[in-house]
């Protein structure tokens, strides 16, 4: 069965600083890969998405990933938090019939 | 604007009753979703309906119900036999059904306390 753990809950970073949210995956077959961002009481937005297509994924507000499947890993980055950036991060990954499963989620917290 | 709008954006319910969330969007788009979100936890898929007049349940659908009679509107009923009715219901539709191409969009969502 497809699984994913993001293995940490809460990241905390300066202003300015680099970003690394860490997100593993379980996957019998290559899966589809997203990271999702969730501001507080809010929906979901799509920031990125790997479909078996370029290892790099650029997505939006200059966050990008990279798939590496000898590592079953799929972590987010940014070079430079802004804060703004401070919200939930979500890996999800597909099951066999393209349903997502969501990992349990990070907090990013951006200090001044 | 295109998008996806679900009411109310908090709903208070007392034990016993059953309620109904709204979900209503305009992006011509086939597909529907209702999750469920829990304090720390991801997003668990309810119901799914890849065309009107068809729905089917996902992984957690024991005490919900749905109806898919038109194309933009896909209400999630909350009924009393839900044992932990109390979390954030997150309302999502694609262009196409499930597959690797078909991006999920959210809506703003709808807070549910049962009192």
């Known amino acids: 069965a497809q699984s994913v753990t993001q293995l940490d809950s809460h990241v905390s970073v300066s202003e300015g600083t680099p970003v690394l949210l860490r997100c593993n995956y379980s996957?019998?077959?290559?899966?589809?890969l997203f990271w999702y961002v969730q501001h507080p009481n809010k929906g979901l937005q799509l920031l990125l998405k790997?479909?078996?297509?370029?290892?790099l994924v650029k997505g939006i507000n200059g966050f990008e990933a990279e798939f590496k499947k000898s590592e079953t890993s799929f972590h987010l980055t940014k070079p430079s938090a802004h804060m703004s950036d401070a919200a939930e991060y979500f890996c999800?990954?597909?099951?066999?019939?393209?349903?997502?499963?969501f990992g349990s989620g990070t907090r990013l917290l951006v200090r001044p | 604007d295109g998008g996806i709008t679900q009411s109310p954006k908090y709903l208070f319910r007392k034990e016993g009753q059953n309620v109904t969330l709204s979900c209503e969007q305009n992006?011509?788009?086939?597909?529907m979703y209702w999750y469920r979100q829990d304090p720390g936890q991801g997003l668990r898929l309810i119901y799914y309906?890849?065309?009107?007049?068809?729905?089917q349940k996902g992984d957690i659908a024991e005490g919900y119900s749905v109806s898919r009679e038109k194309k933009e509107s896909f209400p999630l009923t909350v009924t009393s036999a839900q044992k932990n009715p109390t979390a954030f219901y997150l309302c999502?539709?694609?262009?196409?059904?499930?597959?690797?191409?078909?991006?999920?969009?959210f809506g703003p969502g709808t807070r549910l306390t049962v009192l």
């Open positions: 999502a539709s694609s262009i196409g059904p499930l597959g690797v191409y078909n991006e999920q969009f």
């Open positions: 996957s019998s077959y290559s899966p589809s």
């Open positions: 790997y479909t078996s297509a370029a290892t």
């Open positions: 999800v990954v597909t099951d066999s019939s393209y349903k997502l499963i």
């Open positions: 992006l011509n788009h086939d597909a």
């Open positions: 309906s890849q065309i009107v007049n068809d729905f």
